[in-house]
Protein backbone atom coordinates (compact mmCIF):
# COMPACT_ATOMS: atom_id res chain seq x y z
CA UNK A 1 0.00 0.00 0.00
CA UNK A 2 3.03 2.54 1.10
CA UNK A 3 4.33 1.96 -2.44
CA UNK A 4 1.00 2.55 -4.21
CA UNK A 5 0.57 5.83 -2.03
CA UNK A 6 4.67 6.69 -3.15
CA UNK A 7 3.60 5.77 -6.87
CA UNK A 8 0.70 8.14 -6.92
CA UNK A 9 2.21 10.95 -5.11
CA UNK A 10 5.07 10.55 -7.76
CA UNK A 11 2.80 10.69 -10.73
CA UNK A 12 0.84 13.68 -9.16
CA UNK A 13 4.02 15.77 -8.59
CA UNK A 14 5.79 14.93 -12.28
CA UNK A 15 1.79 16.32 -13.88
CA UNK A 16 2.17 19.46 -11.67
CA UNK A 17 5.67 20.31 -12.67
CA UNK A 18 4.60 19.12 -16.69
CA UNK A 19 1.71 21.54 -16.30
CA UNK A 20 3.81 24.23 -14.77
CA UNK A 21 6.63 23.78 -17.82
CA UNK A 22 3.53 23.90 -20.02
CA UNK A 23 2.48 27.19 -18.91
CA UNK A 24 5.43 29.20 -18.90
CA UNK A 25 6.17 28.22 -22.75
CA UNK A 26 5.42 30.46 -25.00
CA UNK A 27 1.93 30.37 -26.48
CA UNK A 28 3.07 30.98 -29.86
CA UNK A 29 6.13 28.50 -29.95
CA UNK A 30 3.45 25.65 -28.81
CA UNK A 31 0.87 26.94 -31.55
CA UNK A 32 3.85 26.43 -34.03
CA UNK A 33 5.05 23.21 -32.64
CA UNK A 34 1.16 22.15 -33.12
CA UNK A 35 0.84 23.09 -36.59
CA UNK A 36 4.36 21.37 -37.65
CA UNK A 37 3.76 18.09 -35.61
CA UNK A 38 0.19 17.61 -35.39
CA UNK A 39 0.40 14.01 -35.07
CA UNK A 40 2.83 14.26 -32.00
CA UNK A 41 2.12 12.05 -28.80
CA UNK A 42 3.36 11.87 -25.52
CA UNK A 43 4.11 15.15 -26.01
CA UNK A 44 5.86 16.46 -22.76
CA UNK A 45 7.99 20.34 -22.15
CA UNK A 46 10.75 21.51 -20.39
CA UNK A 47 11.90 24.63 -19.36
CA UNK A 48 15.73 25.34 -18.36
CA UNK A 49 17.40 29.01 -18.19
CA UNK A 50 17.35 29.52 -21.77
CA UNK A 51 16.04 27.14 -23.56
CA UNK A 52 12.60 24.87 -23.85
CA UNK A 53 12.53 21.44 -24.83
CA UNK A 54 10.34 19.31 -26.21
CA UNK A 55 10.16 15.44 -26.01
CA UNK A 56 7.54 13.30 -28.55
CA UNK A 57 6.64 10.80 -30.02
CA UNK A 58 5.62 11.03 -34.17
CA UNK A 59 4.85 8.28 -35.94
CA UNK A 60 6.89 5.58 -33.98
CA UNK A 61 9.92 7.78 -33.24
CA UNK A 62 10.81 9.44 -30.13
CA UNK A 63 12.32 13.26 -30.86
CA UNK A 64 13.29 16.35 -28.97
CA UNK A 65 13.05 19.58 -30.29
CA UNK A 66 15.47 22.24 -28.18
CA UNK A 67 14.23 25.79 -28.31
CA UNK A 68 15.53 28.94 -27.79
CA UNK A 69 13.61 31.28 -25.74
CA UNK A 70 12.96 33.28 -28.32
CA UNK A 71 11.58 30.31 -30.33
CA UNK A 72 13.76 29.20 -32.79
CA UNK A 73 15.43 25.93 -33.33
CA UNK A 74 18.34 25.28 -31.55
CA UNK A 75 19.15 21.43 -32.09
CA UNK A 76 16.85 18.08 -32.48
CA UNK A 77 17.36 14.26 -31.54
CA UNK A 78 15.59 11.48 -32.69
CA UNK A 79 15.65 7.77 -32.48
CA UNK A 80 14.86 5.59 -34.59
CA UNK A 81 15.30 2.17 -36.94
CA UNK A 82 16.80 1.38 -40.38
CA UNK A 83 13.90 2.01 -42.39
CA UNK A 84 13.84 5.44 -41.30
CA UNK A 85 17.32 6.00 -42.56
CA UNK A 86 17.87 7.74 -45.80
CA UNK A 87 18.67 5.23 -48.34
CA UNK A 88 21.51 6.98 -49.76
CA UNK A 89 22.85 6.47 -45.81
CA UNK A 90 21.55 2.99 -45.52
CA UNK A 91 23.49 1.91 -49.14
CA UNK A 92 26.55 3.45 -47.95
CA UNK A 93 26.36 1.65 -44.26
CA UNK A 94 25.61 -1.93 -46.27
CA UNK A 95 27.84 -1.85 -48.41
CA UNK A 96 31.14 -0.86 -45.86
CA UNK A 97 29.32 -3.65 -43.34
CA UNK A 98 27.81 -6.04 -45.33
CA UNK A 99 27.51 -8.55 -42.15
CA UNK A 100 26.63 -6.20 -40.11
CA UNK A 101 22.50 -6.17 -38.86
CA UNK A 102 21.50 -1.90 -38.25
CA UNK A 103 20.19 -2.07 -34.35
CA UNK A 104 19.44 1.59 -34.52
CA UNK A 105 19.87 5.08 -35.27
CA UNK A 106 20.14 8.35 -33.20
CA UNK A 107 19.97 11.41 -35.62
CA UNK A 108 21.58 14.83 -34.93
CA UNK A 109 20.41 17.85 -36.21
CA UNK A 110 21.59 21.56 -35.95
CA UNK A 111 21.02 24.30 -37.93
CA UNK A 112 24.57 23.71 -39.45
CA UNK A 113 24.46 19.90 -39.72
CA UNK A 114 22.94 16.72 -39.33
CA UNK A 115 24.92 13.25 -37.94
CA UNK A 116 24.01 9.75 -37.64
CA UNK A 117 25.24 7.62 -35.11
CA UNK A 118 24.23 3.99 -35.98
CA UNK A 119 24.16 1.30 -33.98
CA UNK A 120 25.70 -1.85 -35.93
CA UNK A 121 25.52 -5.36 -34.49
CA UNK A 122 27.34 -9.16 -35.05
CA UNK A 123 27.19 -12.19 -33.82
CA UNK A 124 30.28 -10.96 -31.65
CA UNK A 125 30.62 -6.93 -31.73
CA UNK A 126 28.60 -3.97 -31.49
CA UNK A 127 29.65 -0.87 -33.72
CA UNK A 128 29.04 2.70 -33.42
CA UNK A 129 29.57 4.62 -36.24
CA UNK A 130 28.96 8.06 -37.70
CA UNK A 131 28.00 9.77 -40.50
CA UNK A 132 27.28 13.25 -41.85
CA UNK A 133 24.58 14.43 -44.24
CA UNK A 134 27.05 13.60 -47.60
CA UNK A 135 27.45 9.98 -46.24
CA UNK A 136 30.91 10.56 -44.78
CA UNK A 137 31.53 7.35 -42.08
CA UNK A 138 33.87 7.27 -39.41
CA UNK A 139 33.79 4.41 -36.85
CA UNK A 140 33.09 5.84 -33.08
CA UNK A 141 33.66 2.67 -30.82
CA UNK A 142 33.25 -1.36 -31.47
CA UNK A 143 32.46 -3.33 -28.26
CA UNK A 144 32.86 -7.05 -27.83
CA UNK A 145 29.25 -8.66 -26.69
CA UNK A 146 29.44 -10.90 -23.84
CA UNK A 147 29.81 -14.07 -23.89
Known amino acids: MKKLVA ?3 SVV ?10 KNVNEKLLQ ?14 KESPETYTVNFVENGIRSFIVYGKDGNFVSSTRYYQEKNLPYYL ?6 KYPEKKIF ?4 LSTIEAVDYYV ?3 DAKVWTTIRMDSEGNLSLVEKLQKAE
Open 13 to 22: IASQAFAFAT
Open 90 to 95: LINIRK
Open 32 to 45: NFKENFPQAEQVYW
Open 7 to 9: LIS
Open 104 to 107: GVVE
Open 119 to 121: KLE
